[in-house]
């Protein structure tokens, strides 16, 4: 089955630096890639999904980039705020054919220091 | 409002008393699935559904049953509950577009110790 790596576990960045967390994943089949970002005990939100006939796609300070080749996806945080502290979890899944299963990373606790 | 709504968000239990936690959503999503959360390894999937009448095991399905008889509703069963199941349980659902993924919608997570 699939596999997903993340890295790091934890980041600490300092306001306004940018913050990037890395994910490999397994399956060549896999076909699409969000990040949750989950604050303390709250539920996981999406906050950007990327799709694998696109390489990368930007909203607002964050940004994923995706390498189908090498099986590797990246988020980028510019411009951190305080408000980006969270655990952030990259996933990867098959679609329908895996019946929407999403296989998630180990997750990165993310501090930005003010 | 468009939720996923588990119940209850806390739970302390003795081994092997039976137990259930309700999930229901209103956005008549056709996709639902269980997630336990522990330190380090992310969320795994332990049961999903893809419609009513239809489930199938996760990656971590041992002690667990589930069931789907309307769509807006999917409870996770624990039979005989073990201290290794204690843990933070996320419900999800998700509509179906094809045979492409769309956004799963989580529930708040129930805390459940098992002692």
């Known amino acids: 089955g699939e596999n997903v790596e993340q890295h790091p576990s934890t980041l600490s960045v300092q306001e306004g630096d940018s913050a990037v967390i890395k994910c490999t994943y397994s399956?060549?089949?896999?076909?699409?890639f969000p990040w949750y970002k989950q604050e303390l005990g709250k539920r996981p939100q999406l906050i950007i999904d990327i799709r694998s006939n696109v390489g990368e796609k930007k909203d607002q300070r964050i940004a994923v980039t995706l390498n189908k080749t090498a099986k590797h996806f990246s988020l980028h945080i510019t411009e951190t705020q305080p408000e980006d502290s969270a655990v952030y979890f990259c996933a990867a899944s098959r679609g329908k054919a895996a019946g929407n299963k999403l296989t998630f990373g180990g997750g990165t606790r993310v501090l930005v220091k003010p | 409002e468009a939720q996923v709504t588990q119940n209850p968000r806390y739970l302390i239990t003795v081994t092997g008393k039976k137990l259930t936690v309700t999930c229901s959503q209103n956005?008549?999503?056709?996709?639902m699935s269980w997630y336990r959360q522990d330190p380090g390894l992310g969320l795994r999937q332990i049961y999903y559904s893809m419609n009513v009448e239809v489930t199938d095991k996760g990656d971590v399905p041992e002690g667990y049953k589930v069931s789907r008889k309307e769509k807006r509703n999917f409870p996770l069963i624990l039979e005989s509950p073990s201290p290794n199941q204690t843990s933070l349980y996320f419900c999800a659902s998700s509509l179906s577009a094809g045979s492409q993924n769309t956004e799963a919608f989580f529930g708040q997570g129930t805390r459940l110790t098992v002692v």
């Open positions: 956005m008549n999503h056709e996709y």
């Open positions: 399956d060549s089949a896999s076909n699409y």
